[in-house]
C-alpha cells in the first residue's frame, strides 16, 4: 500500500524500502525464534558465536518538536521541519537509542521524521516508508482540537477519522502493512514516524481496533518499545512513551 501523498516534497538522503510482501509477513508472524535481537533490543550471540532465538522486538521513535506540535495544530502530510528544540530532542534520542541494534531501520518520508532520523544517528542505515506518514487530516489539517470541536462538538479523529482525510481503519490498513514488513525483518527493528500513527500501529500490533490508539499518548522525540511474552503469539507493549531524554 502506498502512504497518501505529501503536501510538500522534503529533501531526504535515505533511500526508499522496497514493498512489503503480505505472505512474508504472515510466515515471519507463525514462526517462532526468528529474530536475532534480545528484549533490551541487543543481538545475543552464544558461547559458539551464533545468534541466539530471542523475541523480536520493535522500538517506535516519534520525530521531535515542529511549530504546529507546539502550538497544538493537527499536522498530517504538511511537511514542517523540526524545531531548533525538536532538533536538540531529537539527538536526545540518539544518545537514547545508544547501544541498542537494529537490523532495518524505516522513517517516514516527511522531514520531521527523516531529520530526526538523521539527527539521532540512523540516516545512513533508514529506508523510507511511505506507509509511515502521519494520519490524512483532510480538511482538519493545521487546525486545533479545540476549533475543530467548535464547529464539530462530538467528534473524536480516533473514532471518525477526518473530511477529505483518512478514516481510522485507512490508518489501520498502512499500520498493518508496516508491520507486515517488521515481521518479515528477522531483526531488531526501529520506526520513525509521527504521533497518531504510530498510536494506531501500537492498537494494532496489539490486535485491537485502531480507535484503541486513543488510550496510547505519545509525546515528541519519546521511544516505546513493542516486543512478545513467551512466543509470537502474545505480542505486548514493553515501554511506552519514555521522555525522559527530552528538553520540554
Request: charge should be negative.
Amino acid at each position: 500500500m502506498s502512504g497518501p501523498a505529501i503536501k510538500t516534497q522534503p529533501f531526504h538522503p535515505i533511500r526508499e524500502a522496497s514493498p512489503a510482501s503480505a505472505a512474508d509477513g504472515v510466515a515471519a508472524a507463525g514462526a517462532a525464534g526468528l529474530n536475532p535481537v534480545s528484549t533490551s533490543g541487543e543481538r545475543m550471540p552464544h558461547e559458539n558465536g551464533t545468534i541466539s532465538n530471542e523475541l523480536p522486538v520493535v522500538c517506535l521513535a516519534r520525530h521531535g518538536e515542529t511549530a504546529w506540535s507546539l502550538t497544538g495544530q493537527h499536522t498530517g502530510l504538511t511537511d514542517l521541519p523540526l524545531t531548533e528544540r525538536g532538533e536538540e530532542n531529537a539527538r536526545a534520542l540518539g544518545k537514547r537509542l545508544t547501544g541498542l541494534n537494529f537490523g532495518e531501520v524505516f522513517t517516514s518520508p516527511l522531514q520531521r521524521a527523516t531529520r530526526t532520523c538523521e539527527l539521532a544517528g540512523f540516516g545512513a542505515v533508514a529506508e523510507v516508508d511511505r506507509d509511515l506518514v502521519e494520519w490524512d487530516y483532510g480538511q482538519y489539517e493545521g487546525l486545533r482540537t479545540d476549533e475543530i470541536l467548535a464547529v464539530r462538538p462530538e467528534w473524536q479523529l480516533f473514532r471518525d477519522g477526518c473530511p477529505g482525510g483518512e478514516s481510522p481503519d485507512q490508518v489501520g490498513a498502512r499500520a498493518d502493512c508496516v508491520l507486515t514488513r517488521v515481521r518479515a525483518a528477522r531483526t531488531g527493528v526501529l520506526l520513525f514516524s509521527s504521533g497518531h500513527f504510530l498510536r494506531v500501529l501500537a492498537a494494532r500490533w496489539m490486535g485491537l481496533e485502531p480507535a484503541a490508539g486513543r488510550y496510547f499518548l505519545l509525546s515528541t522525540a519519546s521511544m516505546s518499545t513493542l516486543g512478545y511474552e513467551h512466543d509470537l503469539s502474545q505480542p505486548v507493549i514493553r515501554m511506552w512513551n519514555d521522555a525522559g531524554h527530552v528538553r520540554i
